[in-house]
Each structure stands twice: as structure tokens, then as C-alpha cells.
Nanobody, 117 residues
């Protein structure tokens, strides 16, 4: 299974971006997909998760109310709509997929988001 993240870029504070994460190359059924991010010099941080069954979602405290994760089953793609962006949202954003509600088995290469003040 390959994950391809896209949609990163540079935006001013208060702006919006939408990230996409498309899965391909396998017949493994994915249980949930998530976004993580890592800023320079900081540890990786959980952002949001989407569970295909029931379209359940959960968010990290730092993005609640600003980010929305969603999925398109037909396209095998998960999206992260990011609104009211802040400079502290600047990071490399990774998507990950979990096939059995355990560890995240598959990771994408990441897409860079830069928010300027």
C-alpha cells in the first residue's frame, strides 16, 4: 500500500489549505487513516484520524475547531481541511494508514505546510 500526500504550500496566517492523502497499490482493507505533523526541532504530533467505518473522527487539541478530516471511499482518499491557519501549524504533514486498529502500518512521504505571519 502506498500513500501519496499532496496539497501543502505556503499561506498567510488566517488562511486555508486542503491536504489530500490517496492510497494505492494494495488490496488490504484500511481501518483508519490519520494525519500527523512534525515541525523542525519538535516531536511528531498527532493531528487527526478518520475511521472508515462510521466515518468517525478525532482531533488533536491544537487543531480542534479549525481542521476537519474527511474521507472519500470511492477515491480511497482522505482529506484534511485546514482553516484559520497559524504560524505554529507550520510543519511537514504526514498521512498514515492502519489496517487493523493497532499501529499505523503505512506512511506517506509528507507534504510541507508553511504559515507566515
Amino acid at each position: 500500500v502506498q500513500l501519496q500526500a499532496s496539497g501543502g504550500g505556503e499561506v498567510q496566517a488566517g488562511g486555508s489549505l486542503r491536504l489530500s492523502c490517496a492510497t494505492s497499490g494494495g488490496t488490504v482493507r484500511i481501518y483508519r487513516m490519520a494525519w500527523f505533523r512534525q515541525a523542525p526541532g519538535k516531536e511528531r504530533e498527532f493531528v487527526a484520524v478518520f475511521r472508515w467505518s462510521g466515518s468517525l473522527t478525532h482531533y488533536g487539541d491544537s487543531v480542534k475547531g479549525r481542521f476537519t478530516i474527511s474521507g472519500n471511499n470511492a477515491k480511497n482518499t482522505v482529506y484534511l481541511q485546514m482553516n484559520s491557519l497559524k504560524p505554529e501549524d507550520t510543519a511537514l504533514y504526514y498521512c498514515a494508514a492502519d489496517k487493523d486498529d493497532a499501529i499505523y502500518d503505512y506512511w506517506g512521504h509528507g507534504t510541507l505546510v508553511t504559515v507566515s505571519s
